[in-house]
């Protein structure tokens, strides 16, 4: 069984910062890449960014220069650091990350409950 807790969401203005936080935890073998998505109210979930075991890293355009992926593979945790944030920011984010629970199984998506992220003007 695997486990996928966020944290670091909210409320915050526009031009702030937020940190969001996704540990994995259970029976985890070896983590793949890790990444986030996000899905506004009535648009489809979409990436944000990954990265993978050899940290390299991926943005969607509209976040570059602004956020910032990073892993802590001790941990089990990917992080977001999100700066400089617009309300067209505003949405649920999702963590995500590909991971085998044994050497004989193949690698699987797992997915983090969610948290709100919402960005005043």
């Known amino acids: 069984q695997v486990h996928l807790v966020e944290s670091g969401g909210g409320l915050v203005q526009a031009g702030g910062s937020l940190r969001l936080s996704c540990a994995a935890s259970?029976?985890?073998?070896?983590?793949?890449?890790m990444g986030w998505y996000r899905q506004a109210p009535g648009k489809q979930r979409e990436l944000v960014a990954t990265?993978?075991?050899?940290?390299?890293?991926n943005y969607a355009d509209s976040v570059k220069g602004r956020f910032t992926i990073s892993r802590d593979n001790a941990k089990n945790t990917v992080y977001l650091q999100m700066n400089s944030l617009k309300p067209e920011d505003t949405a649920v984010y999702y963590c995500?990350?590909?991971?085998?629970?044994?050497?004989?199984?193949?690698?699987?998506?797992?997915w983090g409950q969610g948290t709100q992220v919402t960005v005043s003007s």
């Open positions: 259970g029976r985890i073998f070896s983590i793949n890449a």
């Open positions: 990265i993978t075991s050899g940290d390299r890293t």
């Open positions: 995500n990350i590909n991971l085998q629970t044994s050497f004989f199984k193949s690698s699987y998506d797992y």
